[in-house]
């Protein structure tokens, strides 16, 4: 790696994520710290996660299945995303508990980062993409919210399928969504976004970091491109301070160690939260 890609361990928190980055977050609910990963790094998570889909399945983390009979090829079925792959995967594992990540999490969260899931999704061309929502609706975090990390490992832009935001949503309570259009959309919530707001696209290169809030309304679209995949490594945390998270989510310290949390309670203030959060 050269020296204009390399972000060092040894960084503070304000030179990875700057005065600007920090306030774009507490005001819009997302920001993007670029190059946070160096390039030869974005070609070993991208290179493992695609050895790793030709090897095969994985129970309970990966699990291709072929197209039901006489229906449209859904690209999804063959490159599904792979949940928690930290916990099979020495690489992922390596990733999600990044000292990099840590200190700039470590800033937004306001104490120290525990991590609670891990994703790889292909989103190979042709891909449906996943309507807005807010990733708090699945993890149900207690108090507070959770803090993505969203790892480019292509070049991501609008015509391949990449997220988009509505600022200013952070600040507000989760909505119960809408039945999402299955056309395009492989989860069934969405959630409109509220008057006067609208989602706006984040564009980034590899090695790119997007960091939001977990009360933050975004999605994307499908994958529209003829032959361009877009390929993400995404990572959830909570703060240290956390008491309660849903059923899927089993956190661990950036150290690795095993923190467990009891289980939040109810349903949710919707009823209807029962899945692990989506690929995005």
């Known amino acids: 790696m050269t020296a204009t890609t390399t972000?060092?361990?040894?960084?503070?928190?304000?030179?990875?994520l700057t005065d600007e980055d920090h306030r774009r977050f507490q005001d819009e609910g997302f920001a993007v710290v670029r190059r946070l990963f160096?390039?030869?790094?974005?070609?070993?998570?991208?290179?493992?996660?695609m050895a790793l889909r030709e090897a095969g399945p994985i129970p309970g983390h990966f699990e291709p299945r072929a197209t039901e009979s006489g229906g449209p090829a859904d690209p999804l079925h063959a490159y599904p995303?792979?949940?928690?792959?930290h916990e099979v995967n020495e690489l992922a594992l390596r990733y999600l508990t990044d000292p990099r990540l840590g200190t700039v999490l470590e800033r937004l969260l306001g104490e120290e980062a525990l991590a609670a899931q891990s994703m790889f999704y292909f989103k190979p061309p042709g891909?449906?993409?996943q309507a807005l929502h807010q990733d708090n609706f699945y993890l149900r975090v207690e108090p507070g919210t959770c803090v993505a990390a969203w790892v480019a490992?292509?070049?991501i832009d609008q015509e391949n399928g990449g997220l988009e935001v509505v600022p200013g949503t952070h600040r507000m309570d989760l909505f119960c969504p809408e039945e999402a259009d299955a056309e395009t959309s492989f989860a069934r919530e969405y959630v409109p976004p509220p008057p006067g707001l609208a989602a706006v696209p984040v564009?980034?290169?590899?090695?790119?970091?997007?960091?939001f809030?977990?009360?933050?309304?975004?999605?994307?679209?499908?994958?529209?491109?003829?032959?361009?995949?877009?390929?993400?490594?995404?990572?959830?945390?909570?703060?240290r301070s956390t008491e309660r998270i849903g059923t899927w989510y089993r956190t661990i310290s950036l150290r690795g160690e095993r923190v467990p949390l009891p289980e939040s309670e109810g349903a949710g203030p919707c009823g209807t939260e029962f899945e692990p959060a989506g690929p995005h």
């Open 7 to 16: 972000r060092t361990t040894t960084q503070t928190t304000t030179q990875i």
């Open 38 to 49: 160096g390039r030869e790094e974005v070609e070993e998570l991208r290179g493992e996660f």
């Open 81 to 85: 995303r792979v949940m928690h792959p």
């Open 127 to 129: 891909a449906r993409g």
């Open 153 to 155: 490992c292509d070049v």
């Open 203 to 211: 564009d980034m290169e590899p090695g790119d970091v997007l960091f």
């Open 213 to 239: 809030n977990g009360s933050l309304v975004h999605g994307s679209q499908p994958n529209r491109s003829a032959d361009r995949f877009r390929r993400s490594f995404i990572c959830h945390y909570v703060g």
